[in-house]
């Protein structure tokens, strides 16, 4: 009888969790409310004030220095940018998946609005949209799954700091 109390405490499983009240789904709605409002608020930052200043004069230094033939080039330099940025700072399967994912869907809802007249290019190249947008989605996809990994290793952190002071 004795051997029946003494059984071990299994640790808590440290997973992207919020906190230990909320449920999983609830959890994963959480985030992605978190990571939605991360990207508006970037592209807003990055629309208004980087695009203004320092992306500008960096774009247009790299036009004047580097010229492309056409736009099956710059798509072509763009993807394996794309591509190196994803080998640079992510490496995961899964974040090629989601990057992959992203560029399609986010083209893909692209070509509906300007084929729908919601919006328009003045040179389409690819089925209604530019050549490099898929690359653009494709970059944007891999920073957004890395800030949502960092947000849940900072919750695995927090959650196991509080298990150590219980």
């Given amino acids: 009888m004795a051997e029946n109390d003494a059984t071990p405490t299994l640790p808590k499983k440290c997973g ?5 009240v909320t449920s999983h789904g609830m959890n994963l709605v959480i985030r ?3 990571l939605f409002f991360i ?3 970037l592209a807003l930052v990055l629309n208004f004030v980087m695009r203004c ?3 500008f004069v960096g774009i247009n230094h790299a036009s004047a220095k580097v010229d ?3 736009n099956i080039q710059l798509s072509l330099t763009l993807a394996a940018l ?3 940025l994803w080998w640079t700072f992510d490496r995961s399967r899964s974040g090629f998946g989601l990057g992959i994912g992203i560029a399609f869907l986010a083209t893909l809802v692209s070509q509906l609005l300007v084929y729908n007249g919601v919006y328009q290019y003045t040179s389409p190249d690819f089925l209604y949209v530019r050549s490099w947008l898929p690359c653009i989605f494709f970059a944007g996809g891999i920073t957004m799954g890395n800030i949502g990994r960092q947000l849940a290793m900072y919750e ?5 700091e509080k298990s150590h002071e219980d």
Avoid: L, M, Q, R
């Fill in 16 to 20: 992207p969790y919020i906190s230990s």
């Fill in 32 to 34: 992605g409310v978190v």
């Fill in 39 to 41: 990207g508006v608020f």
């Fill in 53 to 55: 200043v320092a992306v």
């Fill in 68 to 70: 492309f033939a056409n």
């Fill in 82 to 84: 794309s591509i190196g």
């Fill in 156 to 160: 695995c952190k927090v959650i196991a």
